[in-house]
């Protein structure tokens, strides 16, 4: 007993902490990781390399799930970086979970808002060790003190309120707090101790994948067990392969990935979902015989949700998602459930990583689907083939840009409100002739006035019994387009219903209203 405790201690080594940055839009997040990246990062690529993630990205706000290293006070910090948009909540919350540490981020002239309280509620449920950061603490109107009433109020009680969770004031703009912050994220990685067992076979979760042009799918790994070597044979849920090529958050080619490292790989067969666990494997039997296993579960599951339950007077759009990454796709997919069906239901015929193809614009004619794509290109020569064969396509940068254009298009399949405008009545008084669903019929108008072309309810001892439409009209034999009050007129009318003497038309315009879901 004593040999084995020996040797799983020994195989149990110290592992950088992994932090997710968590907070409401705007409220600093990005700009915090930003001033960080660009203040480590940059000078450890400059020692190391040229070319830096710095250099890397489009800057903005991201939409992806990304992952970092810094150094501090010469330890190693792994970050986290998720959207703060709303629309992507799972991806968010997926980030939490791969977690060690959360920051929450919250502006100090704003406070507290919806995805503050979203993120505390991932924090508590995953009982992750947090810390605050009061951002823009610099501005003029910055009130940190009702900022930490707000927290208290959501369950978050900082340590100035006689709670056991730091807060500490930073400024993204000036950098001030932004080292105390890094120092309590190792402050709580020592007291928590994190490690990882060197001696298993390499595990972890996928943090983000797309479909690159020429190296084909592409995934960025987290290591969270074991050590990932260049050439290892891995199986996610839905992917398996042979690494290829292994590259740091930098872009620099490694040969190995210890825990808590991310790594951007290529080899897999497909492009894997992001969240998904992958594992490494002795065998590619083995790894695509773990796979296989797992996809026909998942074919299982997602077989029924392909009949769906159409109820009377409900209709069906179709739709074809293309994203440039697994995270953005999952996104998309969960900004449209906030679009409501109870009239018109979203089906995805198919949603994948990666540019429009001809395969996309033949399946959207058969299954009568338009095409969607987000931060993805459709090739040019494209174009005419989608023309020929009426696929309506389209490519947008805002993930909420193409929610609103999928709801507009949608809303086309919606029958319109329909709503009446009384124009007056007029009593029949004599019938003159009748021609299949057409009479002639003379009458005086009691109330308003009646017009030619209006539609008309046929009302009988004040009951109505039908509808009709004014087709034509007389007022002292002579054409005409209207008829005032207490005036006498005759009337080509139309309608299933006969009228009768004594009988009350009472005419009305209709006006038609487009709906939006």
């Known amino acids: 007993m004593k040999k084995t405790q020996t040797k799983t201690e020994n195989t149990l080594q110290p592992r950088p902490p992994i932090v997710v940055i968590l907070g409401h839009v705007d409220h600093g997040k990005t700009s915090i990781l930003d001033y960080i990246r660009k203040s480590k990062v940059a000078e450890k690529a400059a020692r190391d390399e040229p070319r830096s993630i710095v250099e890397r990205e489009s800057g903005g706000i991201t939409q992806h799930i990304g992952a970092y290293q810094i150094e501090h006070l010469s330890k190693l910090i792994t970050f986290i970086d998720t959207p703060g948009h709303e629309a992507f909540s799972a991806m968010r ?6 977690a060690d540490i959360a920051v929450l981020v ?40 009702k900022v930490k009433k707000e927290l208290a109020d959501n369950g978050v009680i900082v340590e100035s309120l006689n709670g056991k969770i730091p807060a500490i004031l930073v400024s993204a703009k000036t950098g001030i707090g932004i080292a105390d912050m890094l120092e309590m994220i190792l402050l709580i990685a020592d007291m928590e101790n994190f490690k990882a067992d060197h001696s298993k076979l390499a595990s972890g979760i996928i943090i983000e994948s797309r479909m690159d042009a020429k ?6 790994l987290l290591v ?22 292994m590259e ?7 040969d190995q990935a210890f825990p808590s490292t991310p790594a951007l790989i290529t080899g897999f067969n497909r492009v894997p979902p992001v969240g998904e666990e992958w594992q490494a494997m002795k065998t ?49 997919r969960e900004a449209l459930k906030t679009i409501p069906q109870e009239e018109i239901i979203l089906r995805v015929v198919k949603a994948e990583v990666g540019d429009i193809t001809e395969n996309d614009i033949k399946l959207a004619e058969s299954a009568k689907a338009r095409i969607y794509g987000f931060r993805v290109k459709m090739p040019q020569d494209l174009e005419p083939l989608a023309q020929r064969r009426n696929v309506k396509t389209g490519v947008w940068q805002i993930i ?16 319109p409100e329909v709503s009446h405008e009384k124009s007056g009545k007029i009593r029949i008084l004599a019938l003159f002739k009748t021609e299949g669903k057409r009479q002639i019929i003379g009458g005086r108008v009691s109330s308003g006035k009646i017009e030619r072309g209006l539609n008309a309810d046929i009302l009988r001892n004040e009951e109505k019994i039908g509808t009709g439409k004014i087709v034509q009209m007389q007022v002292n034999k002579a054409p005409s387009q209207e008829c005032a009050k207490d005036k006498e007129c005759g009337l080509m009318f139309e309608s299933d219903v006969t009228v009768e003497k004594n009988d009350v038309l009472e005419a009305y315009r209709e006006e038609r209203t487009k709906r939006e879901l």
């Open 400 to 415: 909420y840009e193409l929610i609103q254009t999928v709801r507009q298009d949608a809303s086309r399949l919606l029958a």
């Open 106 to 145: 919250v502006a100090a002239e704003e406070g507290v808002k919806p995805q503050t309280k979203e993120a505390i509620s991932h924090i508590l449920h995953l009982n992750l060790p947090m810390i605050v950061a009061i951002n823009k603490i610099d501005k003029p109107v910055a009130l940190p003190d």
């Open 224 to 245: 969270r067990e074991g050590i990932l070597h260049k050439k290892d044979i891995i199986a996610a849920e839905s992917a398996f392969g042979l690494i290829r090529s």
């Open 215 to 220: 190296r084909g799918p592409t995934a960025t």
């Open 93 to 98: 919350s997926r980030g939490a979970k791969v």
């Open 248 to 254: 740091n958050f930098l872009g620099q080619q490694i």
């Open 284 to 332: 590619l039997e083995e790894a695509k015989a773990q796979t296989e296993i797992k996809a026909e579960k998942e074919k299982h599951k997602r077989e029924p949700a392909e009949i769906l339950d159409i109820a009377p007077g409900q209709k069906i759009f179709n739709l074809i998602l293309k994203a440039d990454v697994s995270g953005s796709l999952e996104a998309v």
